[in-house]
């Protein structure tokens, strides 16, 4: 597998050119390509595409009146004003098609906000050649997101759908690869693996991390930190076959080694999940099974609740019994851990995303499917619309 730090002034190269195209000087899939060309977008869902803001939705660390969020094909957007003005953030991001790739997460450093990490993704792929995998991969910025630059050195594939820095060391991050196989013709069935990689470079180059089992046929969609000891999960899916999912990995040294939780619920199809700041209580909804699986104690027993649940769910920071959880476009809330629940929001769309606030637990943001964007100032008792960006701002 490629590294970069032998290759870092090859992996930073410039060159120009189509879509994913490369240069023999470009062998990490890092030049600009055409990503300072800028291109408006798709007016609407394109193909199959649902206009999916997926698990992009990010809240500045220590201002939640700034927020960014990742579209289908359109780059992302920002807003300083708590949604009242909206920019839309594209310089460097590569396009094919007329569209760019899937933005899939985006993760700001803790004590740098003007460090992001995008995860991005077209098919699983090469990340060089004039493949449509090679506009996704992972985009950083040193700006807060005005201008995007590839970060792609020692990347298994281009599928890259989850990303985190950690609570570390300074510029150490985490990304996951989806495993998969090509959908597009030129290698249409080949087999690109998946895994978790680490940078300690703010994102510019990544090694495979350490686990105790294979996960290169899994799949990464989610990476979540406890915030108060720094533990990360995962949960490692085998899309292709769910019965064969590796399940719930954890790390304690920023992403390092891995290794599966007690009761890792492998062999199930964790959709999503949340965790505690303690890392103790993990909800994790059970995809098309409207049910919720919960642990205590990290993981090592789970109680299973008919909790209508079929998406989305978000555990604030302060409060492990407090839980917002989506069925189809119903937005519940929970205040005893899943005992109860009442319903606070109904939506003609799905909820992809539910955030809290790193630095205030009152507030709340949550971004559906179509791109409509609430937010909550009462820790998700009640919600308000701010915009639909479709109509607003993707115009």
Known sequence: MLTCPALLAACDGDATGNGGSN????????????GNQIIAGPAGPMAEDHDRPFRSLTIHPANPDIVWIGTERNGMVRTSDSGRTWERLRQGLRHS??????????????????????????SPGPLTGGHPSAIGGVYRSTDGGNTWQRGNCGLSN???????????????????????????????????????????????????ATTVIDIER???????TAQATGTLFTFALDFADPSRSIGFLSSEDGGARWFPLPDALDGR??????????????????????RMLRSRDGGTLWTEIGAFANGTVAVSPLNADLVLFEDFGTLRRSTDGLVTWVTVLTSPRRFEDIVFAPDDARIVWAVTEGYDVYRSDDAGASFHLLVNLRASVLR
């Open 158 to 208: 281009g599928s890259v759908e989850s990303a985190t820095f950690t609570s570390g060391s300074p510029g150490t991050a985490v990304v996951g690869v989806s495993a998969g196989t090509a959908t597009f013709s030129a290698l249409a069935g080949r087999f690109f693996p998946g895994g978790l990689f680490r940078s300690t470079d703010g994102g510019r180059s990544w090694t495979p």
């Open 218 to 224: 899994s799949s990464f969609w989610q990476i979540e």
């Open 269 to 290: 199809f964790v959709a999503d999940f949340a965790v505690s700041s303690d890392g103790q209580t993990i909800y994790a909804d059970l995809n098309d099974t409207f």
């Open 23 to 34: 240069t023999d000087g470009d062998p990490c899939g890092n030049a600009a390509g055409n």
């Open 97 to 122: 098609g007329g569209g760019y790739g899937e933005v899939w997460d985006i993760a700001v450093a803790p004590g740098n906000p003007s460090l992001l990490i995008a995860a991005t993704a077209d």
